[in-house]
């Protein structure tokens, strides 16, 4: 008996599909759709979005987008949070900011959620750093703790309260024990 090998999907037929909500990705021939965030989730991600952006647009060092869809060397990524220096944020002719970003991120943030598989995740910082990120985290708010991807793949475990790694150039200071303290609203 023999059986049908399912057929790939490429990455122009995935770019081609239509949008999903929550965002569909696209990385090693598979299509994943991220799970929906939740509060924890939320929280960080517009934390985290709002506290790198006061750092760092003002003097146009860098630029936090949330949920920002990146396109490169064949995968199709949905960060919970894309970091990109500002001479490589992708513009038009005008100089307005692009809608398609077919370029890796700078620093890459995500956001564990309850039902994610930590080694799809973690893949995709992979893939990131393979590809010219210079930063990848792996934030895990069950465990309070930060998984750091550097270039050549090296790793690097943060809890409590040791200093997380940040991309050079921006003047800002995170610890831990300080970001995983934004979830309590006390």
Not at 25 to 36: A, C, V
Request: hydrophobic share 40%; aromatic share 8%; with cysteine.
């Amino acid at each position: 008996m023999t059986i049908a090998k399912e057929r790939q999907i490429t990455l122009d037929e995935f770019l081609n599909l239509p949008e999903t909500k929550p965002a569909s990705e696209f990385i090693n021939g598979e299509i994943t759709q991220k799970p929906m965030p939740q509060g924890e989730h939320s929280r960080l991600q517009i934390k985290l979005c709002t506290t790198i952006n006061q750092a760092a647009e003002t003097q146009k060092i860098a630029y936090a987008f949330p949920e920002l869809s990146c396109t490169f060397d064949g995968a199709t990524i949905v960060p919970d949070i894309s970091v990109f220096r500002w001479e490589r944020i992708p513009k038009t002719a005008s100089g307005k900011i692009s809608n398609r970003f077919e370029v890796h991120p700078d620093w890459v943030i995500e956001i564990l959620s309850p039902e994610q598989q930590q080694k799809k995740v973690l893949t995709k910082l992979l893939h990131c750093s393979r590809n010219g990120t210079e930063l990848g985290w792996l934030m895990n708010p069950e465990e309070e703790s930060v998984i750091a991807v550097f270039p050549g793949q090296k790793i690097e475990l943060y809890d409590n309260n040791d200093q997380l790694a940040i991309i050079a150039g921006i003047n800002l200071e995170l610890t831990v024990s300080e970001v995983f303290s934004w979830l309590s609203l006390s």
